[in-house]
């Protein structure tokens, strides 16, 4: 069997196969390549590396198992057992393995994640009940918690949790749309949440195992129709149907430079549709436009729509496409004369309801917001997703500093211009 350890940085990377090392070099070449190319954190790079050692380990007729095994418990005795059980999951849900619960490491009970819902767990800063009825449970870890909550310019992961009730239902019903046999255009301004809404998608998908899904991000250096296409490709092998119709030799080539032909990627989605359907998940796809040069026009929309049209027996796969305005409103301008939007019913993005925005603010953390900071500071960000999480950082930095209103309307200032670019304007109230 196989032991795998991932440290928080990827030059200690380690994997041992039967008691021999595997050439450290490999993977630190591959780290260095991803990372350079599609920006992910050190625990992703360290699961790309291992993944070459995980084949290896099927190649020799060993399977997962939806319990830990003794190598797994053993190559994590010496690392901290949150960080130990989070890494795992993630390479685990990648894997479509089971995620374990964190008493199978042996944890006490003690150390068990805890319902925010719960009353002895959700009280404000000034020692009052939270006033939020029908917040969803949310598990949430507080021990020794003392990063805040609130996530400005970044977008919310798999992981973390998606204020705003139109937000998962949306998430809901796009899934449901999906699965229906449907395509979506999502359209929202900057900073309103697409990419949080992709991650979520992305997540249910892959956790769930019974579906095959690609993400395409049109800022991860792809600028012709081959790279696009060599991503699409590239997700599906990440999935083992995709990994197993593609074959270890070709995965490799597209770990190493994810390009491909259109003539390829339909013939890959042709056969795996006896399997599953896959699942394509674009972001930035106005990016497409601003280089007709890379994304030949109308021949690259066209091949768009072949792939969600299919022939008599179905489509070849299902989109969620993500853009600032409507699909069509870009083809109009540009006289494009492809049928692709029609493909792509649009679902858009709106600002949060004073509901929501409270939700967001009222976030669990141990300098958390009381009523009249999150009137404050729902004041200051006016409903909208990346002010909202500036107001609340700000008003969390106040808190952690004993620093009163002034200051945190003007640390909000300060955070909205840096990380609010392009989003729409939000009213600052002078208090």
Request: charged residues 25%.
């Amino acid at each position: 069997m196989i032991a795998i350890r991932f440290d928080r940085s990827v030059n200690s990377v380690k994997a041992w196969e039967d008691g021999e090392s595997l050439p450290r070099d490999i993977g630190l070449k591959v780290a260095r390549h991803y990372e350079t190319r599609f920006k992910r954190p050190p625990g992703y790079l360290v699961q790309l590396y291992c993944r070459a050692v995980l084949a290896r380990r099927h190649k020799r007729g060993f399977s997962d198992v939806d319990e830990i095994t003794n190598e797994e418990r053993g190559a994590f005795k010496n690392q901290d057992l949150d960080a130990y059980w989070q890494e795992l999951n993630e390479s685990r849900i990648r894997r479509h393995v089971k995620p374990l619960p964190l008493a199978s490491l042996g944890a006490p009970a003690s150390d068990q994640v805890i319902d925010a819902r719960d009353p002895s767990h959700s009280r404000d800063s000034d020692g009052s009940p939270d006033a939020i009825e029908g917040r969803p449970a949310v598990a949430v870890d507080v021990r020794g918690r003392s990063s805040s909550p609130f996530r400005p310019g970044t977008p919310l992961y798999v992981g973390d949790f998606l204020p705003g009730a139109s937000r998962r239902t949306l998430v809901d019903t796009i899934e449901a749309d999906l699965r229906g046999g449907a395509n979506v255009n999502l359209i929202g301004e900057r900073r309103m949440g697409r990419t949080s809404i992709l991650n979520h998608l992305w997540g249910r998908f892959v956790a769930r195992g019974d579906q095959v899904v690609a993400r395409v991000n049109l800022q991860d250096g792809v600028a012709v129709a081959e790279e696009f296409y060599g991503a699409v490709l590239w997700g599906i092998a990440q999935s083992p149907a995709g990994a197993e119709l593609l074959g270890c030799d070709r995965t490799a080539q597209l770990d190493h430079a994810p390009v491909a032909t259109y003539a390829e990627l339909r013939y890959a989605l042709r056969r795996l549709r006896a399997q599953a359907t896959a699942i394509v998940l674009v972001d930035e796809f106005e990016r497409c436009f601003e280089s007709p040069a890379g994304f030949e026009l109308p021949v690259f929309y066209d091949s768009l729509r072949s792939l969600l049209g299919g022939d008599g027996q179905g489509a070849y796969a299902r989109a969620v496409i993500a853009t600032r305005e409507p699909l069509a409103a870009y083809f109009t301008s540009r006289q494009i004369t492809s049928t692709l939007p029609g493909y792509l019913p649009p679902r858009s993005l709106r600002l949060l309801s004073d509901a929501e925005a409270q939700e967001v603010l009222a976030q669990q953390s141990p300098f958390r917001l009381g009523s009249d900071q999150r009137e404050h500071a729902a004041a200051l960000a006016q409903q909208h997703p990346c002010h909202l999480q500036c107001a609340g950082e700000a008003w969390y930095r106040a808190l952690q500093a004993s620093l009163g209103r002034d200051w945190a309307a003007t640390e909000f200032r300060r955070l909205s211009e840096q990380v609010c670019i392009g989003a729409i304007t939000a009213v600052q109230p002078g208090r």
